[in-house]
């Protein structure tokens, strides 16, 4: 079945600096890949919509400068948080269509961002 | 404004009993409905989804769903419950084909099966 591969699992950075957060489709070609953020013990907020070759599109409240979302390849969107702060600590998780006209995603493993 | 409700913030179930983790919504049109199961630190895995058809659809690892249109439903169950069935379950939906394929969540349900 179609695999989505995110890495790194967990990083821990220091604040001010930046982190990279990559999720690749391995079986298959992703056209459009989401971002999702989810805090503790709650549900899943999506950050953006990554489209292979054009500007990702953004949720409304989410700064984009502050998250820089790359989907060079159709295989390969990137988060990069820069000037990352404590409350950016989070658990990062993506998500790919596998095929058109497949209503289901595949979500990737997720990400682990501490900020310290 | 569309919304997906989880009102049970845990469940909790004895091995070998039925289960069943509530999801209502509020969207307009005929919504594509999903169920994901995240285990600790992990993504979200692929249950079951209804899109159209049969009412009760049968998913993964012996779960299946009820669409009941009229009261905007669509609960989780299981008939015999395992302790590895203890995880986070969310609720999803995705509104009608208008060019968007966003995903509104609910806030997640905690399954906990005791032996």
């Known amino acids: 079945g179609a695999v989505v591969s995110q890495h790194p699992s967990w990083v821990i950075c220091k604040s001010g600096t930046s982190v990279k957060i990559e999720c690749r489709s391995l079986d298959f070609q992703a056209t459009t890949m989401f971002w999702y953020r989810q805090f503790p013990k709650q549900s899943l907020m999506l950050m953006a919509t990554s489209n292979e070759g054009s500007k990702a599109t953004y949720e409304q409240g989410v700064e984009k400068d502050k998250f820089l979302i790359n989907h060079a390849s159709l295989t390969l969107s990137t988060l990069t948080v820069t000037s990352a702060h404590p409350e950016d600590s989070s658990f990062y998780i993506c998500?790919?269509?596998?095929?058109?006209?497949?209503?289901?995603?595949?979500f990737g493993s997720g990400t682990r961002l501490t900020v310290v | 404004a569309q919304s997906v409700a989880q009102p049970e913030d845990q469940v909790n179930v004895a091995e070998g009993n039925p289960l069943t983790v509530k999801c209502t919504y509020s969207v307009s049109g005929n919504p594509y409905l999903f169920w994901y199961v995240q285990y600790p630190n992990r993504g979200l895995q692929f249950l079951l989804k209804y899109i159209t058809g049969d009412n009760l659809v049968k998913g993964s690892y012996g779960f299946e769903a009820e669409f009941n249109k009229s009261q905007t439903s669509f609960h989780l169950k299981k008939p015999s419950a395992l302790v590895s069935d203890s995880a986070l379950y969310f609720c999803a939906v995705r509104p009608p084909a208008s060019g968007t394929y966003k995903y509104i969540f609910g806030t997640g349900t905690r399954l906990k099966v005791l032996a």
């Open positions: 998500s790919a269509r596998d095929r058109p006209g497949n209503y289901g995603y595949t």
